[in-house]
């Protein structure tokens, strides 16, 4: 199942927060970005489960991640 997460982080560990992220193998791409959040992570996993692992054991206890916002993807078009 593929995923989008957007990643609010504390000003100033951004760059250390992206560091941590792509070496998950769950997070096939990210991207820094401007607005209300900082981070885009595309995320792929098997189940809801382990998209869940992800969001509240990996994701979410990285110092300086302040908020996240996850999109399962219902279908995807070309």
């Given at each position: 199942?593929?995923?989008?997460?957007?990643?609010?982080?504390?000003?100033?560990?951004?760059?250390?927060?992206?560091?941590?992220?792509?070496?998950?193998?769950?997070?096939?791409?990210?991207?820094?970005?401007?607005?209300?959040?900082?981070?885009?992570?595309?995320?792929?996993?098997?189940?809801?489960?382990?998209?869940d692992h992800f969001v509240f054991h990996k994701?979410?206890?990285?110092?300086?991640?302040?908020?996240?916002?996850?999109?399962?993807?219902?279908?995807?078009?070309?």
């Amino acid at each position: 199942m593929i995923s989008f997460i957007l990643v609010k982080v504390q000003p100033g560990k951004e760059k250390a927060v992206t560091a941590q992220l792509v070496n998950f193998p769950e997070v096939k791409e990210s991207y820094s970005v401007y607005g209300a959040y900082d981070i885009i992570l595309k995320i792929e996993t098997k189940t809801d489960n382990d998209l869940d692992h992800f969001v509240f054991h990996k994701l979410r206890v990285i110092d300086g991640v302040l908020e996240t916002l996850t999109f399962i993807v219902a279908e995807q078009t070309k």
